[in-house]
């Protein structure tokens, strides 16, 4: 299937059969392609004996681990078409991987982005919060991970509005302002976990300040391993945003800079979904086989969308399990799964973990 | 102003660009015109033509000429 036939369908309408047909031809032309466009990814498949010919299901498909893209600069476009190049979020003395977008690539990464995100929220653009600080504008042809989140974030929003300032605290008046002008109408809110919990949730409970949202979404991003380190699961973090902000839906989600766009979203039953454009295997460490439904492993994350670098098909450090297929209540169909969080000993380098208290 | 200097106006404007150079425009083509510059494109299209665009059609605003036309479906006519 080609990207403009996803582009038509509703982003979780394939079911696992279906899928995995799309899918694996899909991501195998693709790898050819990165085969043929980029040499460091070629030699890595030479070694590891790629055959086209061979590759039966997503699964057989050959991965690289995340960590390549710190290493190597892997690109499959001339230097010249390069509009963009991320980084991801590592704390100072840790490498940062680096990402390299074309035009094209980053037109496909906004467009699916909204094709997942306007199947929870709609069409309509909503008035945005961003539980955040305005360091986007800083700096633009090298942006954080972070930054493009936000960035690729405000198209589903208007009166795109700051909660934080620069220093990171919360800009109570004009918050209060934002929620008082939108009293009558559902607002949408952005932020990564981290950044929420500690400069907004837990600040507005020091002060005993409470916002009286009506009706908010909320989706964020960005990692729990700070919060579990304080036994905050997911469970309490609804329950304390809630508590803070009034009623809010909250949605997590899970990305990586390797691949934005395809993101997973968390449904209302707490399941993350593949979208038609990604998909996950779980493997198990000891052989990289993979790994039985329930059972726990490495998440591989695949997408249809990287054209420009080879980053389609990833082996990240963060564990997890799928828990079903096609059967999930809410309705969507494909794979849906469990993150543990990451491996031990890995890197911290989820966006709102890798933020340094000054 | 007619709609034609307003829509090559939101451009000069978001850009900060010559009006030659705005009409043969791409996404990307020049660093202003990032992801970051493209909302402030369709903020400037917005308050001149009063209107509100959707998600997908400001996804799908990548040149000058491809403004126009989905500008149509507005009711915003050249």
Redesign the interface.
Known sequence: MTLEEFFNLNPYSLDCQAKEKALKDNLLDLTCYHYEKCPEYKKILDKLCFQPSKIKSVSDLPFIPARLFKNYELRSVEKEKIVKTLTSSGTSGQAVSKIFLDANNVKNQTKTLNEIVSSFIGKQRLPLLLLDTELIKKDRTMYSARGAGIIGFSIFGRDSTYALDNEMNIDVDKVVQFFEKYHNEPVLMFGYTYMIWQFIVRVLEEKGLKFNAQNAVLFHIGGWKKLKDQAVDALEFNRRVQGVLGNVKVYNYYGMVEQLGSVFVECEHGHMHCSNYSDVIIRRSKDFSEAAIGERGLIEVASVLPTSYPGHLILTEDEGAVLGVDDCPCGRKGKYFKIFGRIKNAEIRGCSDTYEKR | MTNEEKYINAFVQAFEIDTDKAKTL???AI?AW???GH?GL?AQLEEAFDI?????D??DL?SFEKGKEILKKYNVEF
Do not use: A, Y
């Open positions: 791409e996404f990307q660093p990032d992801s970051v909302m369709i509100m665009m959707e998600p997908d400001i996804v990548s």
